[in-house]
């Protein structure tokens, strides 16, 4: 049962005042029996008023508006959560009898909205692919985890060769990526043979033993539905059942329902993004209420325009590129 201590900083730089800056964050961990979320504190410039609801995937989101003129605007989580290990599910139901069972689902919600596979030109290839992985014998678990190995196989982990704006086909056509990417490919696979599937938001935290790829930034993986057991978490960047290293932050159809941070603001069109995600054992840090800023090391800003930007940064830019701004 391992106690996570994690620090999530998103920061903006503007090289001019900008005001009515209008924002969506989903960066409250899902509450459930195996993720607890001992105490969180989330700080943001100005002390807005932070208005919360739960979305219709079940997510908790936060808005606020900091509307004073302002040059820099920082959202700053710290999070201490205790996971639990997640019994595996088991394959004492014979499979032609849970692949009923999935059939049954195809037109009940809330399952309708994961079981639509995304069409791209590529998708007739990863059909094949699809029957050529799967075995009659094997039961909807031991799909899922042989989907995962073989994304975990065939696609590179490259940071910065994909964004956000870029489309299925040409992920195909790459076969790399980062987490997000993985995570997109799976869950089409996994809806292609009626497993509804959905995409996951969190962070993976550092293993006491060995590293895991995804660590010290966001992490996306994917849950498939098992009949008689419930969401099953696979994670393709490391070829793993996602568990008690993984915590959740988001579910939805795909990363746009997931994201961490999204909004608008008045002003000049320039600025600069810095992200910081810093992942620890609780044993390991400070015990008791966090410290201030000032007496505490915060994890390392990586400066978006200064290094290879992976899915996540970039699509943190363009929501703020692509958003109708008006000048002062």
């Known amino acids: 049962m391992p106690d996570f201590r994690i620090e999530h900083i998103t920061r903006y730089t503007y090289p001019s005042p900008v005001r009515d800056s209008a924002n969506q964050i989903i960066l409250y961990p899902i509450h459930d029996e195996y993720q607890e979320v001992i105490r969180q504190e989330l700080h943001i410039t100005g002390d807005p008023v932070v208005d919360t609801f739960i979305d219709y995937y079940g997510n908790e989101v936060g808005t606020f508006t900091y509307s004073q003129q302002h040059t820099s605007l920082t959202i700053s989580s710290k999070l201490s959560v205790t996971t639990r290990q997640r019994p595996l599910p088991g394959n004492d139901i014979f499979p032609e009898q849970q692949w009923e069972d999935l059939k049954r689902l195809s037109?009940?919600?809330?399952?309708?909205?994961?079981?639509?596979?995304?069409?791209?030109?590529?998708?007739?290839?990863l059909q094949a692919i699809?029957?050529?992985?799967?075995?009659?014998?094997?039961?909807?678990?031991?799909?899922?985890?042989?989907?995962?190995?073989?994304?975990?196989?065939?696609?590179?982990?490259?940071?910065?060769?994909?964004?956000?704006?870029?489309?299925?086909?040409?992920?195909?056509?790459?076969?790399?990526?980062?987490?997000?990417?993985?995570?997109?490919?799976?869950?089409?696979?996994?809806?292609?043979?009626?497993?509804?599937?959905?995409?996951?938001?969190?962070?993976?935290?550092?293993?006491?033993?060995?590293?895991?790829?995804?660590?010290?930034?966001?992490?996306?993986?994917?849950?498939?539905?098992?009949?008689?057991?419930?969401?099953?978490?696979?994670?393709?960047?490391?070829?793993?059942?996602?568990?008690?290293t993984h915590v959740r932050l988001a579910v939805g159809r795909n990363f746009l329902d997931c994201s961490p941070v999204r909004g608008v603001y008045k002003g000049s069109s320039d600025h600069k993004l810095e992200v910081a995600v810093s992942v620890g054992y609780e044993d390991e840090a400070h015990h008791g209420s966090f410290l201030q800023e000032e007496n505490t090391k915060a994890p390392d800003f990586k400066p978006v325009d200064d290094r290879p930007k992976n899915s996540y940064q970039q699509y943190m830019e363009m929501l703020q590129q692509q958003q109708q701004q008006q000048q002062q």
């Open 107 to 125: 037109q009940m919600v809330p399952y309708i909205d994961f079981l639509k596979p995304e069409y791209f030109d590529g998708i007739k290839e």
């Open 130 to 244: 699809v029957k050529s992985e799967r075995s009659k014998e094997d039961t909807p678990s031991q799909v899922a985890l042989r989907f995962c190995r073989y994304v975990y196989e065939n696609f590179e982990y490259v940071k910065g060769v994909t964004t956000v704006e870029t489309t299925m086909d040409e992920i195909w056509k790459l076969r790399a990526g980062v987490c997000q990417d993985f995570a997109h490919i799976l869950t089409i696979m996994l809806r292609l043979v009626n497993i509804p599937a959905r995409y996951v938001s969190g962070y993976i935290c550092t293993n006491r033993h060995h590293t895991l790829r995804g660590e010290g930034a966001t992490h996306a993986w994917a849950e498939a539905y098992i009949p008689d057991y419930g969401w099953l978490g696979i994670d393709p960047t490391n070829n793993c059942i996602a568990n008690d």
